[in-house]
């Protein structure tokens, strides 16, 4: 499974920004996707999961209520829609794929395939 995350970029505390991420593989559909965010320093954390057929959502608790998870089996995506951002927001975001098991989770062990990472900048 490979995965293309694009969309970070810089943006004004308060701003909004949207990942997104390709996956290639027959089997989008029964994949758990998620995202993780490594900022400068510090230790990958986990962002946002979602199930293969959207029912399941988990959020970190840091940014519930300003992000939105989403997927389209149709065109093999998962999304990440970021609002009003925070500069400690700031960090490289990896788009992250599960096949081993069908549900959520926060931990980083359980996810079998990451991609690249997209640096999201967030001015004050």
């Known amino acids: 499974v490979q995965l293309q995350a694009s969309g970070g970029g810089l943006v004004q505390a308060g701003g909004s920004l949207r990942l997104s991420c390709t996956a290639s593989g027959r089997t989008f559909s029964t994949y758990v996707m998620g995202w993780f965010r490594q900022a400068p320093g510090k230790e990958r954390e986990f962002v946002a999961s979602i199930s293969g057929s959207s029912s399941y959502k988990l959020y970190a608790g840091s940014v519930k209520g300003r992000f939105t998870i989403s997927r389209d089996n149709a065109k093999n995506t998962v999304s990440l829609q970021m609002n009003s951002l925070k500069p400690e927001d700031t960090a490289v975001y990896y788009c992250?794929?599960?096949?081993?098991?069908?549900?959520?989770?926060?931990?980083?062990?359980?996810?079998?395939?990451w991609g690249q990472g997209t640096q999201v900048t967030v001015s004050s």
């Open positions: 992250v794929a599960r096949i081993s098991a069908y549900s959520p989770t926060d931990r980083i062990s359980e996810y079998d395939y």
